[in-house]
């Protein structure tokens, strides 16, 4: 069974931290509508959703898939790279341990799971101002003894990897290219966002069904002509905190 964690929209969330665009007003129950239905849809296509309870004093907590990465030996959690957000991840290591064993990050090291893009056994993860070098080396030490190989991945135009590059399925990857090394992916096909939408390359993959922003239809038509099955979500309200669609969920198989 494919379980998702997500987390309710903050009230908080008008103060949420920005990286790469400007700051606009958001509409806070447009945001909480588009959020439950990204959860219903995630529950029409096969997962069971567990949802948690908003963080009134954390602007950011709806991201809850920074806090963490999920693998089906272990979880580990994150001290997240923003000193401000570090509190997301109690909530989160609690939810999880009654589904995995959990080992632990810890400062000066720095991870954000929008930073790793896992293929497999192996985690891309991105060199971000979010994720550091020390993060990346404690991560590969937690995870040798299971055989799970890390690679970093130099990151400059966005605020994650995974901002830049999302796994589609088929040995495929979504990208906008401009905005990381794209060298360490040379055993994949790339489709390329349209550059009319630079911020197109987060998709979220479920069975057989791609979810994908709603906002980028120019992209979305290039994955359905590669075969692909797309499912468009209005994410635009939550776009406005520099949120993808990957984000806002944590996915495992239980």
């Not at 959990?102 to 993860?125: H, Q």
């Not at 590969?140 to 130099?154: K, T």
């Not at 360490?184 to 979220?204: K, Q, Y």
Request: charged fraction near 20%; hydrophobic fraction near 45%; aromatic fraction near 8%.
């Amino acid at each position: 069974m494919i379980t998702a964690i997500t987390r309710a929209v903050s009230p908080a969330i008008v103060d949420c931290q920005l990286s790469f665009i400007q700051r606009q007003t958001i509409d806070l129950q447009v945001a909480r509508d588009q959020h439950h239905a990204y959860e219903q849809l995630l529950k029409k296509l096969g997962a069971r959703v567990v949802s948690l309870p908003a963080e009134p004093n954390l602007p950011d907590s709806m991201f809850v898939e920074d806090t963490a990465i999920v693998l089906d030996e272990l979880a580990v959690i994150f001290p997240l790279g923003t000193e401000s957000r570090r509190p997301e991840a109690d909530s989160i290591a609690e939810a999880l341990s009654k589904f995995r064993k959990l080992k632990y990050i810890t400062l000066p090291g720095t991870v954000e799971g929008g930073d790793i893009l896992r293929v497999g056994r192996i985690l891309y993860v991105g060199l971000t101002k979010r994720t550091n070098a020390e993060g990346i080396r404690q991560l590969a030490a937690i995870l040798a003894p299971h055989h799970y190989e890390v690679i970093p991945v130099p990151v400059t135009g966005c605020l994650h990897l995974k901002s830049a590059a999302t796994r589609l399925g088929r040995g495929t990857l979504l990208a906008n290219r401009a905005w990381f090394d794209p060298s360490p992916f040379f055993s994949f096909a790339w489709i390329n966002v349209d550059p009319s939408e630079p911020h197109a390359a987060n998709a979220l993959p479920i069975g057989d069904t791609i979810i994908f922003p709603a906002s980028f239809p120019r992209t979305r038509a290039r994955l359905e002509a590669a075969g692909f099955h797309v499912t468009p979500l209005d994410i635009s309200e939550l776009q406005k905190a520099e949120s993808g669609l990957t984000c806002s969920s944590l996915i495992f198989h239980t």
